[in-house]
């Protein structure tokens, strides 16, 4: 037994499906020139990653033609990520502000953009903490290893994703404990 849907849910649904659409072409629309530039400074930062192994004295390889370019690109888009999620999380923070009242969207649109920039921060703190190191944890004591740059990215990206989205959740829950926090001082002195 199929029951029929009322035409007007059907047609609710769809307006929020392209209106989602919408905010999230606008939210990453951004990437693409933030990626080109990434490319641009991704060599720096495959220096800073990988320089370590020099002072090991591994060799580094490359198994593909395309490995290069491939982790150029991979780079780019880890850099246009992180400049991106502030105006991504704001995008998302448009598309819920018709079902929040005033008061919480305010307080819900700087949650957002706390979480995109702690985000962005993640990938920073992981990039200048964690990138000098990262291969020496791995590769200390092994003088025979064969060090595959694409999967040796490939777990530092892993890593750099996971720290922004730590950073990004600690970030907003503390945000909004905060704001909790002067919500309910406010509503002792009123």
Same mark, same amino acid.
């Given at each position: 037994?199929?029951?029929?849907?009322?035409? *007007?849910?059907?047609?609710?649904?769809?307006?929020?499906?392209?209106?989602?659409?919408?905010?999230?072409?606008?939210?990453?629309?951004?990437?693409?020139?933030?990626?080109?530039? @990434?490319?641009?400074?991704?060599?720096?930062?495959?220096e800073?990653?990988? *320089?370590?192994?020099?002072? &090991?004295?591994?060799?580094?390889?490359? /198994?593909?033609?395309? +490995?290069?370019?491939?982790?150029? &690109?991979?780079?780019?888009?880890?850099?246009?990520?992180?400049? +991106?999620?502030?105006?991504?999380? #704001?995008?998302?923070?448009?598309?819920?502000?018709p079902?929040?009242?005033?008061? =919480?969207?305010?307080y819900?649109?700087?949650?957002?953009?706390?979480?995109?920039?702690?985000?962005?921060? @993640?990938l920073?703190?992981? /990039?200048?903490?964690?990138?000098?190191?990262? #291969?020496l #944890?791995?590769?200390? *004591?092994?003088?025979?290893? &064969?060090?595959?740059? =694409?999967?040796?990215?490939?777990?530092?990206?892993?890593?750099?994703?996971?720290?922004?989205?730590?950073?990004?959740?600690?970030?907003?829950?503390?945000y909004?404990? /905060?704001?909790?926090?002067?919500?309910?001082?406010?509503?002792?002195?009123?």
């Amino acid at each position: 037994m199929s029951r029929k849907q009322p035409k *007007g849910v059907a047609t609710l649904l769809t307006a929020h499906l392209l209106e989602l659409r919408k905010r999230l072409l606008i939210g990453l629309l951004p990437i693409i020139p933030l990626m080109v530039l @990434g490319v641009w400074f991704s060599l720096p930062v495959l220096e800073r990653i990988f *320089g370590s192994v020099r002072l &090991l004295g591994l060799p580094l390889h490359l /198994y593909s033609l395309t +490995d290069g370019l491939t982790l150029r &690109l991979r780079v780019g888009f880890l850099i246009g990520l992180g400049l +991106d999620a502030p105006w991504l999380a #704001v995008q998302l923070m448009m598309f819920a502000q018709p079902g929040l009242k005033k008061s =919480e969207f305010r307080y819900s649109a700087a949650a957002a953009i706390v979480a995109g920039l702690a985000f962005a921060g @993640g990938l920073a703190f992981c /990039y200048f903490t964690v990138a000098p190191s990262f #291969v020496l #944890v791995f590769a200390a *004591g092994k003088e025979n290893l &064969l060090l595959n740059v =694409e999967k040796t990215f490939s777990a530092f990206e892993t890593a750099s994703i996971f720290l922004g989205a730590v950073f990004a959740l600690i970030a907003m829950l503390l945000y909004l404990l /905060y704001c909790r926090r002067l919500l309910k001082i406010s509503t002792r002195k009123g």
